[in-house]
Every structure is written in C-alpha cells, then in structure tokens.
C-alpha cells in the first residue's frame, strides 16, 4: 500500500503546478512565466505559490 503524504516533495511541487497550467493550455516557457508572475503578485515564493496551486488542485487549503 502506498502511503500518500500531505505534500508533494519540493522538486515536484513545480512540475506538477506546470502541469495544471498545461491543462489550462499554457506550456513550456509560458507556463514558468505564469507562475512566476503568480507568485510575485502575491509575494510568495515561487515553490510556496506551485503548492499552493497543486493544493487547490487536489482540493485542500494552504
């Protein structure tokens, strides 16, 4: 059985965030540039605005 942590590691975190932006029809370099911008609009870390992106995804709060 596998075991399901409360948050994805840090390297992953950002790969999955792209990959939601890709569901949105954003790839490659747009889709950096989406999170980035993301995240210096709210003054976040770029890793801290990708989970909180991923955490909306699978339905928790962060």
Request: with cysteine; glycine share 10%; charged share 25%.
């Amino acid at each position: 059985m596998l075991v399901r942590s409360d948050s994805p590691p840090t390297t992953d975190v950002i790969g999955l965030a792209l990959q939601v932006l890709a569901a949105q029809g954003l790839r490659g370099e747009a889709a950096r540039a989406a999170l980035d911008a993301m995240a210096r609009e709210r003054g976040l870390p770029v890793k801290r605005c990708a989970a909180l992106i991923v955490a909306a995804v699978d339905g928790r709060t962060g």
